[in-house]
């Protein structure tokens, strides 16, 4: 069972990059997906959530910038991120949230150069 984030990299701010949350040994379909981010001497926070039937919710900081999206026939979650600003740079993670389980993949940096 395993849950992986990629897609990160660096980018100049107002740039974009799509992060994919990728399973492997289970399915998401049944799971809730939440993406977090841990920046350098911060706290982790929730960003981004999309519930099993795809229901959003976006933290009012990356709203209108960011969305949460999920293709469940590719096992796939994603975050669409446009507009990126310098604090965005952080560590990014994704968390599937079962009645039971809860999985958290390694992370994927994002850097945003200004």
């Known amino acids: 069972v395993q849950l992986q984030a990629s897609g990160g990299g660096l980018v100049q701010a107002g740039g974009s990059l799509r992060l994919s949350c990728a399973a492997s040994?289970?399915?998401?379909?049944?799971?809730?997906i939440g993406w977090f981010r841990q920046a350098p001497g911060k706290e982790r926070e929730g960003i981004s959530y999309i519930s099993s039937d795809g229901q959003t919710y976006n933290r009012e900081f990356v709203k209108d910038r960011f969305t949460i999206s999920r293709d469940n026939a590719e096992n796939m979650v994603y975050l669409q991120m446009n507009s990126l600003k310098p604090e965005d740079t952080a560590v990014y993670y994704c968390?599937?949230?079962?009645?039971?389980?809860?999985?958290w993949g390694q992370g994927t940096l994002v850097t945003v150069s200004s």
């Open positions: 968390n599937a949230m079962g009645l039971m389980q809860s999985y």
């Open positions: 040994g289970f399915s998401l379909h049944n799971y809730n």
